[in-house]
């Protein structure tokens, strides 16, 4: 066959194929303008042709070029993105998606918010373990054996061999204060923060798991007059610079005195609704003096040292700052939720 002839009869190929798959199209892109290829072989052939061809036959074969070049751009417009693979050439990876960004979960928001109000002020964050041992849960934490907390209706203690034991997840992030004592120099400052688990039924109100921070501070000489001090402070940045606080005596085996911090109602300011249930005040955290038993059970010479230690919900704080009603919101990960953070 003429040089001519073979050119024409390709050319019409071009023009008529029907090309079903990128495969397909890679197929034929390879049979024509491969190293070893037809459109090579013609260039060949072409170098032989009389001058006098040349012209003629050269439009001939760039036409072709053309042709070949038009369907496989064609094919690849058509199947592009249905059989991707990294090699393929229509696969352009620096293109931008269009997902959206994601949101920062309104409980990291407030934990950092947290943690910047205390470092302002020397606290360093500490941590622990979610599965604990009874010794710093509630032992170290001179919790009576008889608290109702070491009951299993409070309490997720982890089942072995059939038997349970006298270990747990973590009912607050306490326990961390007593690794904190038993391993760190005086004096400590230190926040504890973490998810805790109860035994709990879950509805609005409650949940199986939540989220702590707790503090610590000892050194020689730590007052009462430090922890109100230190809460106002923490209350003021937090809640706003006109934030009261007040403190209610209260009781907990670890802390003595005990004591529960109120704010003054952020909604009504005061005046009591239903937020406050009409007293004008909420409560946002326990608080109190590290009972001597406790800084004994850490080898702390209480006649030389003392403390304060204080524990807040994450969950609390967000809903006050949020208003958000349903505490199962936290956990269920709903977009329509999250993206108004
Ligand atoms: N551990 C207490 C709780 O979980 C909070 C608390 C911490 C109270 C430190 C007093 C001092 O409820």
């Known amino acids: ?80 993105g249905q059989n991707l693979s990294e090699e393929d050439p229509a696969l352009d990876l620096t293109r931008p998606v269009e997902t959206g960004t994601g949101y920062r979960h309104p409980l990291s928001l407030v934990k950092e918010e947290i943690f910047r109000i205390f470092a302002g002020i020397g606290f360093d964050i500490s941590d622990g373990p979610e599965i604990e041992d009874d010794w710093h849960l509630f032992t170290a934490l001179n919790f009576s054996p008889e608290h109702p907390a070491r009951d299993m209706q409070d309490t997720f203690f982890i089942e072995k061999n059939g038997g349970i034991t006298d270990v747990a997840l973590r009912t607050h992030t306490s326990s961390v204060q007593i690794r904190a004592m038993e391993t760190q120099p005086l004096p400590i400052r230190t926040l504890c923060p973490g998810r805790v688990y109860r035994n709990e039924v879950v509805s609005a109100r409650a949940h199986c798991f939540f989220h702590q921070v707790e503090g610590l501070y000892v050194d020689k000489g730590v ?43 952020s909604l009504c300011g005061g005046k009591g609704c239903s937020l406050c249930k009409g007293t004008g005040w909420v409560e946002i955290l326990g608080c109190g003096m590290v009972d001597p038993n406790v800084l004994e059970n850490c080898r702390i010479d209480p006649a030389l ?4 230690a204080f524990g807040m919900g994450v969950e609390r704080i967000a809903n006050l700052l949020y208003r958000v009603n349903d505490l199962r919101l936290f956990s269920e990960n709903d977009k329509r939720f999250l993206s108004q953070f």
């Open 223 to 265: 007052s009462y007059a430090d922890l109100r001090e230190v809460l106002l402070y923490f209350a003021k940045e937090m809640f706003g610079p006109k934030t009261r606080i007040r403190l209610r005596p209260s009781y907990f085996p670890f802390t003595e005195p005990s004591a529960e911090m109120d704010i003054a109602c």
């Open 305 to 308: 040292y003392s403390g304060f």
């Open 1 to 80: 066959m003429q040089l001519k002839e073979k050119i024409e009869t390709l050319l019409e190929e071009a023009r008529k194929i029907r090309i079903a798959s990128l495969e397909e199209s890679e197929n034929y892109r390879i049979r024509l303008l491969g190293k070893k290829g037809e459109l090579n072989r013609l260039f060949e052939e072409f170098k032989q042709v009389e001058p006098s061809l040349k012209k003629d036959l050269g439009q001939s074969l760039n036409q072709l070029k053309n042709a070949v070049q038009e369907a496989i751009q064609k094919a690849r417009e058509e199947f592009q």
